[in-house]
């Protein structure tokens, strides 16, 4: 079945620092791809989305690239700042189109 | 801010005892998710509807769990005898149809079984 991995818990940085949060994933379709970031006290909201058509998402400085051959779909930032601070989950849209496949969530911790 | 409202925001419940959640979907949205979210982030799945119907449900969602959409009132989710595993976050999603659409999720109700 459908799978998405992300293996980093927890990434601390300080400002300015670059973000990269790996995830990969396994399908047998062609994938839409999410990034949802939850901050303290919310509940997640969309932050990326890309899919086969445009392979590639970015949005508030963050950038994500779809790479079929390796199965990723690594978020990235190139300097991240306090208000970043937030768990990032990155998801699979299953087949059904009526489900999400989650990763496990990496806590973005930006040291002062 | 979230367009999607969520109440209570906390509550605390006896083992055994009935929890009721509540949630206003965004407007014009007929699809509604509940996720159960634990204390590692972990989000497990619930139920779904299209308008007032059910889509998909777990084998949990049918045991103890009941949940509903009615037509012109808020979406709610009860667990009719609390456990302490039951103690997690739960969150409401809507979207204009399906999780390939945004999921806009509310705030979330915490439960916590004592």
């Known amino acids: 079945g459908d799978s998405v991995t992300q293996k980093q818990g927890q990434v601390t940085l300080s400002e300015d620092d670059f973000l990269f949060i790996n995830c990969t994933y396994s399908?047998?379709?062609?994938?839409?791809l999410l990034w949802y970031v939850q901050y303290p006290g919310q509940g997640p909201q969309l932050l990326l989305k890309v899919t086969t058509a445009n392979n590639k998402g970015i949005s508030r400085g963050f950038e994500a690239t779809y790479d079929k051959g390796t199965t990723s779909f690594h978020l990235q930032k190139a300097s991240v700042q306090e208000s970043d601070s937030a768990v990032y989950f990155c998801a699979l849209v299953e087949d059904s189109n009526y489900q999400l496949i989650w990763g496990s969530g990496t806590k973005l911790i930006i040291k002062p | 801010n979230s367009k999607v409202i969520q109440t209570p925001r906390y509550l605390v419940k006896g083992q055994g005892q009935k929890a009721k959640m509540r949630c206003i979907p965004e407007k014009g949205h007929p699809v509604v998710f509940w996720y159960q979210q634990n204390k590692n982030n972990e989000f497990k799945f619930l139920i779904n509807f299209q308008n007032q119907e059910v889509l998909q449900q777990i084998d949990m969602t049918e045991k103890r769990f009941s949940a509903e959409c009615p037509s012109n009132s808020p979406c709610s989710l009860e667990i009719q005898s609390s456990e302490a595993g039951d103690s997690a976050l739960y969150l409401c999603?809507?979207?204009?149809?399906?999780?390939?659409?945004?999921?806009?999720f509310g705030e979330g109700s915490r439960l916590i079984v004592v």
């Open positions: 999603a809507s979207s204009l149809s399906g999780a390939g659409n945004t999921l806009y």
């Open positions: 399908t047998t379709t062609y994938p839409t």
